[in-house]
């Protein structure tokens, strides 16, 4: 079983930092793509920043020079460190990650449950 556990979550006031983490655990054979994703209140899911398959970094506009993608492949674990918070940042965020299970052929795309980030002017 494979599962993505998000933490770092929570409330910060505009101009803020948080940390998030997503941590990749079970029977895993190699994970390809890992990312985070958000979703506001009323709005469709975003891509806010990934790694791709060939390990570049793609990022949304609007956090563009605000926000840090990396990861710890030893720990299967990847970060999104934001900085200059906004309150339009106020959403959900979900890691998302391709991964092949150990018992697995092919990749599968796993989502975490998801953490919410409320930022307050």
């Known amino acids: 079983q494979v599962q993505l556990v998000e933490s770092g979550g929570g409330l910060v006031q505009a101009g803020g930092s948080l940390r998030l983490s997503c941590a990749a655990s079970?029977?895993?054979?190699?994970?390809?793509?890992m990312g985070w994703y958000r979703q506001a209140l009323g709005k469709e899911r975003e891509l806010v920043a990934r790694?791709?398959?060939?390990?570049?970094?793609n990022y949304a506009d609007s956090v563009k020079g605000r926000f840090t993608i990396s990861r710890d492949n030893a720990k299967n674990t990847v970060y999104l460190q934001m900085n200059s918070l906004k309150p339009e940042d106020t959403a959900v965020y979900y890691c998302?990650?391709?991964?092949?299970?150990?018992?697995?052929?092919?990749?599968?795309?796993?989502w975490g449950q998801g953490t919410q980030v409320t930022v307050s002017s």
């Open positions: 998302k990650a391709d991964i092949r299970p150990i018992t697995g052929t092919y990749y599968r795309t796993y």
């Open positions: 790694f791709t398959s060939v390990g570049n970094t």
């Open positions: 079970g029977s895993i054979f190699s994970i390809n793509v």
